[in-house]
């Protein structure tokens, strides 16, 4: 005897139910989970640009799988008050409200790791605004306490943790190379790059797209520059280095997709947007 209707859909109804599943899996892809992180994969790639400006800082970042975020800060008063200019500073705002607390939290829960099942360490690019002698030592004394969850130096060796921070801005270079015991770590720029400065102090090269390249994205990208982008990231892969550009188009459209694409295919190290749903879904395909 044939099944029933109950018991085998008809053709339509399959193809509704294979609608919904296809339109599921999309979803899934799409979407980011919770900011805890359980079922987030987390994307090496990804870096949030001035991720503070965003509507949860830090969590809306890790809720869409992100690896590197920035934050500016300035020295006020003791305080490391996170915001891009100052007439945006806010008192209470800092860095460990915003950053390392959360972090911290997030760290314990996951048993060592910021992305619950995943060894991917989480890079805190942190842009010092003002005063920057000063501004770092403070950081560095706020940054001892919670040297647990962080990738240090010391006794000429890097010791990696789940978090590593990254300092970039008003750097204070000859400071930072005299610590015998550091809990962070140094931004450089291309003229940093293949002199031979080790990665243990000097493990990020950064710079300004618009100074280096013509191509904004139309078009091809001339053989040219194309050579120089790989050239600049074999040299610092080479150096265990990673690399970096800033001002890159974020704008959506095939511009700013034709500029991600070769920073993909070149293999640089960390994609800076403030699009963090366009970036996700870029990575994601």
Request: glycine share 8%; aromatic share 6%; no cysteine.
């Amino acid at each position: 005897m044939s099944p029933g209707p109950e018991r085998l859909p008809g053709m339509h109804t399959r193809r509704i139910l294979a609608l919904g599943v296809a339109v599921a899996a999309l979803l899934s892809v799409a979407a980011p989970a919770s900011a805890h992180g359980s079922r987030v994969r987390p994307l090496a790639q990804a870096h949030a640009h001035n991720d503070y400006e965003h509507e949860r800082p830090l969590h809306d970042a890790l809720a869409h799988g992100f690896t590197s975020v920035e934050a500016d800060i300035y020295l006020v008063d003791g305080e490391l008050l996170v915001a891009h200019d100052p007439e945006d500073l806010v008192p209470g705002r800092t860095l460990e409200k915003l950053y390392l607390e959360p972090l911290a939290t997030r760290v314990r829960a996951h048993h060592g790791s910021v992305y619950r099942g995943h060894r991917q360490p989480l890079q805190l690019l942190v842009d010092i605004k003002n005063t920057g002698a000063a501004t770092y030592t403070r950081l560095h004394e706020v940054l001892a306490r919670y040297r647990s969850m962080l990738t240090g130096y010391a006794g000429g060796r890097v010791h990696e943790r789940a978090v590593t921070v990254v300092i970039s801005g008003d750097r204070p270079r000859d400071l930072m190379l005299a610590q015998p015991v550091r809990y962070a770590f140094y931004d450089g720029r291309l003229g940093d790059l293949g002199t031979g400065v080790p990665a243990s102090f000097l493990p990020l090269i950064s710079d300004n797209w618009t100074n280096v390249f013509t191509w904004r994205g139309d078009g091809e990208m001339p053989a040219a520059e194309r050579e120089r982008l790989r050239t600049i990231v074999s040299t610092a892969h080479r150096d265990r280095q990673r690399v970096r550009f800033w001002a890159t188009p974020d704008t959506p459209g095939p511009q700013r997709t034709a500029v991600w694409s070769e920073l993909r295919a070149a293999g640089v190290d960390h994609i800076n947007t403030d699009d963090l749903a366009g970036l996700r879904a870029f990575l994601a395909r």
